[in-house]
């Protein structure tokens, strides 16, 4: 089973992502992960990456799908979650040519509940274990829970940044997940409740999809 995950930023996309791989065995694939591994182990194609990163140029779709086709293969006859992958419908189209798509999973939430989610957001600058400032508040002011590290809020999660990331992703993601109607691949869950509510829609929805 391959199921993709789809969420604008701060729907939980990511925790969820994480709750099929710890609670139901699912091999999360990020291309961030992925292109990361690839700079760690100093292949050709990670030196490739770390150039046009440190540049601050985007990587290319050729590369992505290079580094997608090579995980793909060798995580053949595993289930699988794929997070942030594909963007475009481009990128879509080409998944579908070389992977079953079993169904892809909208995490969708409220504008204003996304924005207080990431707005209300602290990180631990040491650890970067995540809090928030009412939902999920530190045991000590300004101080994480794990490891003892300062608290910040990140600058790009100011109100006025996560708005404009917001209309981004609408923009960009919404012919995707177009293609995916159009396919019967579509299943939209509400984002807005709690994590564990979230989980649980999500694991009966794969109980429709793998029927």
């Not at 999360?28 to 591994?37: A, E, F, N």
């Not at 595993?78 to 798509?101: C, Y």
Request: net charge neutral; with cysteine.
């Amino acid at each position: 089973m391959i199921v993709i995950l789809m969420g604008a930023p701060g729907a939980g996309k990511g925790t969820q992502a994480e709750h099929l791989k710890k609670d139901k065995g699912f091999l999360k694939i990020s291309t961030g992960d992925l292109l990361r591994r690839e700079i760690a182990a100093k292949t050709e194609l990670g030196k490739r990456v770390e150039d046009i990163m440190s540049r601050g140029a985007l990587v290319s779709d050729e590369i992505l799908l290079q580094v997608m086709k090579k995980e793909l293969d060798l995580s053949h006859g595993r289930n699988l979650v794929l997070d942030g992958f594909p963007r475009t419908v481009p990128q879509a189209e080409w998944l579908s040519s070389v992977a079953k798509i079993s169904g892809v999973i909208h995490i969708d939430a409220d504008r204003e509940e996304l924005t207080s989610r990431i707005a209300g957001r602290l990180v631990c600058t040491a650890c970067e274990a995540v809090f928030h400032i009412s939902r999920k508040p530190p045991k000590i002011a300004n101080q994480c829970d794990k490891c003892g590290g300062a608290l910040t809020t990140r600058e790009d999660d100011s109100r006025e940044r996560v708005l404009h990331r917001l209309d981004v992703y609408h923009r960009q993601t919404e012919p995707v997940l177009e293609f995916y109607r159009e396919n019967a691949l579509y299943f939209r869950i509400d984002g807005n409740g709690v994590e564990s509510s979230v989980s649980g829609q999500i694991d009966m929805l794969l109980e429709k999809i793998g029927r």
